[in-house]
């Protein structure tokens, strides 16, 4: 079992800056891909980013390829996700996944376990 916990959200100005957390219980984290999806108010849950158990591969949604930089730290069982020149379009509720036995997953269905997620706004 790994259970994810989400920090760091809130509200911004367009074109700032946040650094979302997820810090993971259980000492087999560094066995997990992990990902940030996000949902709008009425639309379906997206994909942003993913990152495979080492760091050593990453993927982006197009939609945040250059603002977003996913990473993770296995030593302190946390995952970060360093959001820059942040959009009205990037407000959602941002969640952390974690899923075992693959190398980097982008559907939800890959993903085992979930954060509870942690709101973040951006205004124009």
Known sequence: QVQLVESGGGLVQAGGSLRLS????????????????????????????TIS??????????????????SRDNAK???YLQMN?????????????AAWATTLAVTPDEYDFWGQGTQV???S
């Open 22 to 49: 997820c810090a993971a219980s259980g000492r087999t984290f560094s066995t997990y891909a992990m990902g940030w999806f996000r949902q709008a108010p009425g639309k379906e849950r997206e994909f942003v980013a």
């Open 85 to 97: 020149s942040l959009k009205p379009e990037d407000t959602a509720v941002y969640y952390c996944a």
């Open 53 to 70: 158990w080492s760091g050593g591969s990453t993927s982006y949604a197009d939609s945040v390829k250059g603002r977003f930089t996913i």
């Open 77 to 79: 069982n946390t995952m």
């Open 121 to 123: 706004t951006v205004s």
